[in-house]
Each structure stands twice: as structure tokens, then as C-alpha cells.
């Protein structure tokens, strides 16, 4: 069994920054990639980024490119998503997620994918 945990989530204005964190726990923990995916009121999950664990080949959605960084600190378990000039589009509720299966890049964005997920985390981006 795996427990992810998210936090760093919270309130700000248009242009703003937030760094979300996710924590990993549990004897079976033993990634292959980590991810982040976002959830919207009335809208569906839609991936934001993804690391592979041991390499650190990174993946993002294009609506987020150039605005996210994800990354990951393999002695602590844990990946973050450092956000800046967040738009109000950005609110969701934040998911982070793992897989332990080798997969093919187009896989990572994929929510079916992932074995494994957190809580989530809200995000909220006033104009």
C-alpha cells in the first residue's frame, strides 16, 4: 500500500505562485513515475505534469507549459509542482498520483494509468 499526501495549496491572486507538494509512504512504494492532475468544479480530471522517478524526464500539458515545474526528491519521496503566473483557469482541486509500471510517455498523462493517489489539494486563483 502507498499514501500520497499533498499540500501547499491555497488562495491567490492572478500572477501569483504556489508550490504544491506530495509526500510518499509505504513499504510498497516503488515508483515509476509520479504526477500531478487537476480537477475542476463540473469539469474532468485533466493531467498537469509528470515525472519518471529514476531519470527525471519530465512532462507537461500544454495549457501549463512554461508556467509549472515538477520535480522530485528521491531520498525524501516526494515531487512538487512549483506553479507561477497562475490565471484563474488553474483553480482545481490538485492530485498527485504514482505509478509503479514502466509506461510509454503518452501513458504519463493518462489518469487510468496510476495506481495510486492522494486527496488532493485546492487551488484557487482570483482575478
Known amino acids: 500500500q502507498v499514501q500520497l499526501v499533498e499540500s501547499g495549496g491555497g488562495s491567490v491572486q492572478a500572477g501569483g505562485s504556489l508550490r504544491l507538494s506530495c509526500a510518499a509512504s509505504?513499504?510498497?512504494?516503488?515508483?515509476?513515475?509520479m504526477g500531478w492532475f487537476r480537477q475542476a468544479p463540473g469539469k474532468e480530471r485533466e493531467f498537469v505534469a509528470a515525472?519518471?522517478?529514476?531519470?527525471?524526464?519530465?512532462y507537461y500539458a500544454d495549457s501549463v507549459k512554461g508556467r509549472v515545474t515538477i520535480s522530485r526528491d528521491n531520498a525524501k519521496n516526494t515531487v512538487e509542482l512549483q506553479m507561477n503566473s497562475l490565471k484563474p483557469e488553474d483553480t482545481a482541486v490538485y492530485y498527485c498520483?504514482?505509478?509503479?509500471?514502466?509506461?510509454?510517455?503518452?501513458?504519463?498523462?493518462?489518469?487510468?494509468?496510476?495506481?495510486?493517489w492522494g486527496q488532493g489539494t485546492q487551488v484557487t486563483v482570483s482575478s
Open positions: 509505504g513499504r510498497t512504494f516503488s515508483p515509476y513515475a
Open positions: 498520483a504514482v505509478t509503479s509500471t514502466r509506461r510509454v510517455a503518452a501513458d504519463l498523462s493518462r489518469d487510468s494509468r496510476y495506481d495510486y
Open positions: 515525472i519518471t522517478w529514476s531519470a527525471g524526464i519530465t
